[in-house]
Structure formats: C-alpha cells, structure tokens
C-alpha cells in the first residue's frame, strides 16, 4: 500500500473505532457500522447480515430490505440488484462469527486491494467493539470502560509514541478495574506500570502484539480483592483495544525513524541532522561552547559506481557509514546527506584542533581498502570542517564550502572553513552555470602540443588540450575549469566535442602529414559513459579521419577503477581502430600484471620522473626502469613534462623514443602548428645525445 492509502486507510479505520465504540448498544453498532463503511467506501448500499438477515442495512426502504438476496451475496459473493441503481459489486468481510460486513457499489467502481484490507479492518474492529458493548451491556463498569477507551482511541488518532501509549494503556488498566497498580509487560519484559511497584499481578489477560506477546497485568488495592470472571472479560476487551493502539504507536515510531533516517545506511538524514545541530547549538551556546560540522566527501566514488554498478556502490557506501560510526562518541551525530555526501556534528569542541583530529582520523579509517564484491575498492574523502555556536544552516554551508576547497588541493584532504571561502565558492558556483553554456556558446576551442621523435626532432603527433574563452574572464586556466568539469559531471559533453573537433582538425592535417597522430584525453567520467564508444565512431565517420591516427590518453588511476570493466571497454575501442596510451604513467598503481590485460599501445613518463632527470640518481633509476618496462612490452614511450635541454639528452640516453614538453613548443592554436608541421624537423630543439 502507498504511503497516501496507508494514511488514507488508518484515518478511515480510527474514525471507525471511534464511531461504533461510541453506540450505546449492540444494535446501535452494528447500524453505526454499516452507514459508516457505506460512507467511507462511497457505496450505494451496505448491510450486516447474520442468521440469513439484514441486522442492519442502509440504501434500501425500510419495509423492503433483500433479506434472502443479502444472505446469499453474504454466503456466496455475487452482484445485488439496488434500487435505482442495478446489479452492484459487492465486498464482504466476515464479522467474527457475528456474520458478514458488506458493502455494494456500482459496477464501473471496481473494489481495489486496499479497500479488501480496509473493510477488514472495520470487521475486526466491528466484531471486537460488538463483544465490547455486550458484556457491557451486563456491567456497571460500562461508563469507565467507555472512557477508557477513548482514551486509548485518543492515542491511535494523535499517534502517540510508543512509552506514551504504553503508559496510557496501564493507567487505564488499573482505572477501569480500581486497581491499585497495572502494567504492561512485552517479551517477559516490564514496558510500562501505574501505581505502586512490587505488588504481583492478580489477573493478567493477553495482549496482541505484531512484534512480540505480551500481558496486561493488574493488582488489587489488596491480596485478598478478587477479580470476577465478568471483569477479565472487561479487561480482555480493553487488551484487545488497547492492542490496536499500540500497533498504531508502532507504526507511528517505524514512520517517524524512516522520516528521519536514511534507508541504506541507517545514519541519520540531514532532517534528523538539521535537528540535532539546533540542538547543539542552543545548549553550547548557553555553555559557551562551539559545536563543529565536519562535511565529509567520498572521493571517486562517482567513478566507482559507475563501473561496479549501483548496488556494489550501496554496498560501499554502507561499510563507510560503518566505519564512520564507529569511530564517533555517542553523543556525536553521523549522516548522510544524500549521494556520497556525509556530514558529522561533533559538540562541546574546544578549539578546531580537536575537530580536526576528528577528521584525520576519519579521512585514515575511510582510506582503507573495502572488499566489494570479491574485491578490494579504495577511495577515501575529503573533509570540510566549520566551527561555532551560531547558525546552523551558515556552519553547514561553510562546511560544504571548505570541503571544496580540501577537494581542490587533492585526494584526501581537509580544510578549515575561511570568510574567504564564502566567496570563492560563489565564484566557482557562477563558474559551473557559465561552463554548461561553453559548448553551445562556441566557447571552447584546442591548442595542440607537439610530440617530437626524439632522435630527429620529426613532429609525429600532437595532444589536443581543451581551453575556454569566457565572455567576461577571458581565457580561463584549465587547472581552473577541468577540476570542476570533473565534479559537475560536465567533463562527458566537454570531451565529446573535443574529440570530435581534434578528429575534424587532424583530418585537415592529414592531407598534408597522413601519418600523424591526434592524442584526445578520456576521463574517467567518459570511460564509464555507456556512450563514448558511439561518440569515437560517430567523430572519425563524420571526420574522415583514419581511426589509427587517433590515440585515446588514460591515466593510470582511470585504468585502475574497474579493472575487467575498463579493460572490456578498452578493447571495443581498439576494435575501432584507434590507439590507447597511458598517460602519466608510473604515479598511479598499475602492476605489470593488470597493464597487460589492456590494449596499450604507448605509456607516458609523468613529468614528476622527468623533472628529476638532470638531478637526483633515484629520479633517474626511477624514469629508466619506466622506459625499460614500456620497451620490453613492446609500447612506444613519450617522456612528458620536457623543459630543459638535459632532460631531453637524458632522455635520448635512455632509449626514449618521444619527447614532449615547453622546450619543445608550447600548447598552440591549431593554425600556428599547421605552419611547424611544414618543417620537416624541429631545428630549434638543442643538440641532441647520438
């Protein structure tokens, strides 16, 4: 049933009980019933047939009701001529061995699951108050009865919670029967008592629990008071009325934990967060103390389900939540915020030291390797953290600013909120809006950087790399605007045109220099995009251009996400004609063994080894042993990153077979590489090692 029928139901049924608990007799009830079932099921006619005859009916003359035709549809089911109306659908339900509850309706209305359950429900209730009303009916108790279960009605229609409706229900035991003291008791356990403890229960009766059996238990003022057989049939009757109740306070406090809980980790939302922090705040604030917001990022968790799937991704996030509880005091809050977005209030912090102690401890325990479905997934977080004792929305939102900003300086970081923050995250914010109207806008265009063979300085290929020319900021850094691509998930259509305006460009060049390669960068994003297959096949038909004159650049830690999915995926591509290179290579994690389970064709040295070549030894064992893996596998090796002439001696000393770098020619627009690639070689390179 919808949470909407749910509500529907429950309302229809409270105002049921209260009704036909309300009549003053047997009789009264059962008429009580029929008018308000007909009512709420918008039936043209109802009746309660037992003994073969309507003991109550609406929608029929007086002197005309269809006893034998309301029997057989009792007995049998079947459609009821009604005057005025015709045949009509009918639905019934037993009352007990009392008889049948039902209701008639047109035929184009047909009868739905949850009205079977809600007439149900009102034969049950029907039944249990007809039982009610007849001993009743014998009792002088009857009027402290009745108040005694509006009482318990009360609770079901305001939804009291569980300790309230358990404490209302032993009151009301020990008031109805002038008892010294009652309780409740649930699973061998004492829920709920009134009056005095000590005393042991004289008369105890059932009560009908979905969870778990339980007993209603009262004690006389005195041990010699004995409890008639009439007054434990009254309190049976007021056990099972006060049952209903409590299933209502259940259900109220199931409703209530899901509102304010998230279904998957079962952490608290950010309402229940909201909640706790204002809370916080308001006792800190009279103490005067801070309270902190620490708001918790999980890096490349984006990348992470994309290629494991969506339920290996929930599986993830429950095992981090895990860890982030366990590591927190009780009086501390965790919750997810949705996605991969964690917040943790932390209170009665001294100063941002022990906040952040907090946060080291959590970006170490969150970084520890999770096994996912048979394998070991690493992510780790990024953590803001904002400190004070005044508004809440401000400490959460400054906590999501600083985030950024622990996310802008890299993997695994965090970052105390700053006033300056404030302000650069509005600018990043006016940033992101302006760079989904790039494309449209023609905003964008390419700059190519040469690649050299190191032994002649031929230009063999470029790297296209993306710039923007905004409206108003001008040319925008790329170090600026691809990071947030990355994170607004921007970088798919951001990509798709570069790759299909560096295919259109190097098509050009081919004319002249078939041979050459145009090197396009693939992120992670666009890796795991279902379409980027499409999108390569699509720019090389509508290009022209040769597919194996186009080399795809992945970074180690894109390779390293998914290892059967990236590599199932590398392989449609190369079946497209294109080649892989690894960019980059040799800061990320790649082992022999997984980089020749893919297509690769050539491997980049990052420009971190390159740097060092005209220094240290170790950065100069480090870059040969790179060179020396990617030869004896057979790849083609770019050094990248090239800036001083020893570095590219160093290189040629090597066996390096590519250079690429500011000594050899800055990123250019496309038109000042097409009068280079006129020159056979590079002669302004320096002397290069034979």
């Known amino acids: 049933m919808s949470?909407?029928?749910a509500n529907w139901s429950t309302t229809e049924l409270t105002e049921f009980l209260a009704a036909v608990s309300a009549s003053p007799d047997v009789a009264a009830a059962r008429q009580t019933?029929?008018?308000?079932?007909?009512?709420?099921?918008?039936?043209?006619?109802?009746?309660?047939?037992?003994?073969?005859?309507?003991?109550?009916?609406?929608?029929?003359?007086?002197?005309?009701?269809?006893?034998?035709?309301?029997?057989?549809?009792a007995a049998h089911g079947g459609a009821l001529a009604v005057p005025g109306i015709g045949a009509c659908e009918c639905l019934a339900a037993p009352v007990d061995t009392a008889g049948v509850l039902l209701v008639a309706r047109g035929p184009e209305d047909e009868f739905t699951r949850e009205e079977m359950s809600l007439l149900r429900g009102m034969a049950r209730v029907l039944s249990l108050s007809m039982r009610t009303l007849a001993v009743l009916e014998d009792q002088r108790e009857r009027e402290a009865l009745l108040e005694r279960l509006t009482e318990v009605q009360r609770s079901v229609v305001d939804c009291g919670d569980l300790p309230d409706t358990l404490?209302?229900?032993?009151?009301?035991?020990?008031?109805?029967?002038?008892?010294?003291?009652?309780?409740?008791?649930?699973?061998?356990?004492?829920?709920?008592?009134?009056?005095?403890a000590g005393r042991p229960p004289l008369l105890s009766?059932?009560?009908?629990?979905?969870?778990?059996?339980?007993?209603?238990?009262?004690a006389a003022r005195t041990d010699a008071r004995p409890y008639a057989e009439s007054e434990r049939d009254v309190l049976r009757a007021f056990a099972e009325h006060a049952s209903l109740a409590l299933s209502n306070a259940r259900n109220h406090a199931d409703a209530v934990h899901r509102a304010l809980h998230d279904p998957l980790t079962g952490?608290?939302?950010?309402?229940?967060?909201?909640?706790?922090?204002?809370?916080?705040?308001?006792?800190?604030?009279?103490?005067?103390?801070?309270?902190?917001?620490?708001?918790?990022?999980?890096?490349?968790?984006?990348?992470?389900?994309?290629?494991?799937g969506h339920a290996q991704g929930d599986e993830l996030l429950v095992a981090l939540a895990g860890r982030l509880r366990a590591l927190l005091r009780a009086e501390d809050t965790a919750a997810r915020l949705g996605g991969d977005e964690f917040a943790v209030l932390l209170e009665d912090v001294g100063d941002g030291a022990e906040a952040v102690q907090v946060a080291e401890r959590l970006m170490a325990e969150l970084e520890r390797p999770v096994r996912v479905s048979g394998q070991d997934v690493a992510v780790g977080a990024s953590v803001g953290i904002a400190i004070g004792r005044s508004g809440g929305d401000d400490l959460l939102r400054n906590a999501d600013f600083a985030m950024y900003q622990a996310k802008a300086a890299g993997r695994g970081c965090y970052a105390l909120f700053q006033p300056e923050m404030h302000a650069a995250a509005l600018g990043r914010l006016s940033l992101a809006a302006d760079l989904r109207r790039a494309v449209d806008n023609g905003e964008l265009f390419l700059h190519y950087q040469p690649i050299v063979r190191v032994a002649t300085g031929e230009i063999c290929g470029v790297e296209a790399l993306v710039r923007w020319q905004h409206p108003e900021r001008g040319v925008v850094p790329p170090g600026d605007f691809i990071p947030l691509a990355e994170q607004q998930r921007l970088i798919v259509p951001i990509g798709r045109w570069v790759l299909r305006e560096a295919c259109r460009q190097g098509a050009e060049w081919h004319r002249r220099r078939p041979d050459l390669r145009i090197g396009v960068n693939v992120s992670g994003c666009q890796l795991a995009d279902s379409g980027l297959v499409a999108d390569i096949e699509s720019a090389l038909a509508d290009s022209g251009m040769a597919p194996e004159c186009l080399v795809l650049e992945l970074t180690e830690t894109v390779l390293m996400q998914d290892v059967d999915e990236t590599a199932a995926r590398l392989h449609e591509i190369k079946a497209l004609g294109p080649e892989i290179s690894v960019d980059d290579f040799g800061t990320g994690y790649t082992s022999l063994q997984y980089l020749q389970r893919f297509p690769i064709d050539s491997l980049k040295v990052a420009r971190t080894f390159v740097d060092g070549l005209d220094g240290s030894d170790d950065h100069a064992t480090l870059a040969r042993a790179i060179v020396d893996l990617g030869l004896s596998l057979g790849l083609l090796v770019i050094g990248e990153g090239v800036e001083r002439p020893l570095q590219l001696a160093a290189l040629a000393a090597l066996g390096c077979d590519f250079a690429q770098g500011f000594l050899i020619a800055r990123p250019m627009p496309a038109h000042e590489l097409g009068a280079l690639l006129a020159q056979p070689v590079l002669t302004a390179l320096p002397p290069r090692a034979a």
Not at 183 to 188: E, I, S
Not at 274 to 286: F, Y
Request: aromatic letters at 4%; charged letters at 25%; a negative charge.
């Open 33 to 73: 019933a029929v008018e308000r079932a007909a009512e709420a099921f918008g039936a043209e006619a109802g009746a309660m047939v037992g003994g073969g005859v309507a003991l109550a009916s609406i929608g029929f003359p007086r002197d005309a009701v269809p006893h034998a035709a309301l029997a057989e549809v």
């Open 205 to 218: 009766v059932a009560l009908h629990d979905e969870h778990e059996g339980g007993a209603l238990e009262v």
């Open 3 to 5: 949470g909407a029928g």
């Open 167 to 196: 404490s209302a229900i032993a009151r009301g035991a020990a008031e109805l029967l002038g008892a010294e003291s009652a309780g409740v008791r649930l699973g061998g356990q004492l829920a709920a008592w009134s009056g005095p």
């Open 267 to 308: 952490l608290g939302n950010r309402v229940l967060f909201r909640e706790r922090l204002e809370h916080a705040l308001a006792r800190c604030s009279r103490l005067g103390k801070d309270v902190a917001v620490l708001f918790v990022d999980v890096d490349d968790f984006k990348e992470v389900n994309d290629r494991l």
